[in-house]
């Protein structure tokens, strides 16, 4: 079986104080319904559990009343940092499930093909991950005053969601990761820390987060312009 953890836990803090940018409206529907719409439309997941902040269960089970997804779903409250709200994820997703794919709730453009794709990949590997080769030349600063030095871009990746794996292998990199006591930003960090390979699935449409206010009129253009 073939799951989906979609986080949509976070503070999104970058937007304001007071914004919720989830629930802004993007092309006639809020942020995460696009999000959840891509996974619910996408023929290889057959359940989706969606993590969200403690306080908001009501808000996602009126939206849901409106979408009337086509694939049953969960809602799980997160927790303090992400790692946290993507294990109480794991934790409920169904008996049977063997690969779980990890998606961000502020990327609502994700393609149904790169899903796919990941999941290919993630049955191959063991984990997979969306990205972008990185094409603006990166510096490196250590106070975020003066350049130190630039880094080979030829051997730079941009990491995306979704972030797909064989489920016993990310419950497994993030039982390690608890043990130590780390925060990551990411799961693909967990998997590095056990030595599991991962496989980049290059992402050919744009995929973009929502973090900014500036980032809105972009992604609304996006969307008016997919399937």
């Given amino acids: 079986m073939v799951c989906a953890v979609i986080v949509a836990a ?17 092309n006639g529907a809020p942020v995460i319904a696009h999000s959840w719409r ?18 908001m269960q009501s808000a996602f089970a009126e939206l849901a009343s409106q979408l009337k997804p086509a694939k049953p779903f969960d809602l799980v409250p ?3 940092e992400r790692q946290d709200s993507v294990w ?32 290919v990949a993630a049955r191959e590997t063991g984990a997979a991950v969306a990205t972008q080769a990185v094409t603006d030349t990166i510096k490196e600063s250590g106070d975020g ?16 969601t979704p972030q797909t794996f064989r489920v016993e292998v990310i419950r497994r990199a993030l039982e390690a990761v608890r043990k130590k006591g780390l925060i990551i930003t990411d799961d693909t960090a967990a998997c ?24 809105l009129p972009y992604i609304e253009i996006l969307l008016k312009n997919q399937p």
């Fill in 192 to 215: 590095e820390l056990i030595g599991q390979p991962v496989r980049l699935v290059l992402s050919a449409a744009p995929n973009p987060k929502v973090t900014r206010a500036a980032d």
């Fill in 78 to 80: 997160g927790g303090p």
């Fill in 88 to 119: 109480n994820g794991l934790c409920k997703l169904p008996a049977g499930a063997s690969i779980v794919a990890i998606q961000d709730a502020a990327r609502p453009c994700t393609s149904r093909e790169l899903i796919v794709a990941t999941v």
């Fill in 38 to 55: 891509r996974f619910d439309q996408c023929e290889c997941i057959e359940h989706i559990v969606l993590v969200v902040r403690e306080g």
């Fill in 145 to 160: 005053k003066l350049i130190e030095r630039t880094l080979d871009r030829s051997r730079l990746w941009a990491v995306q």
């Fill in 10 to 26: 976070g503070k999104g803090t970058r937007m304001g104080p007071k914004v919720d940018k989830l629930f802004l409206e993007l």
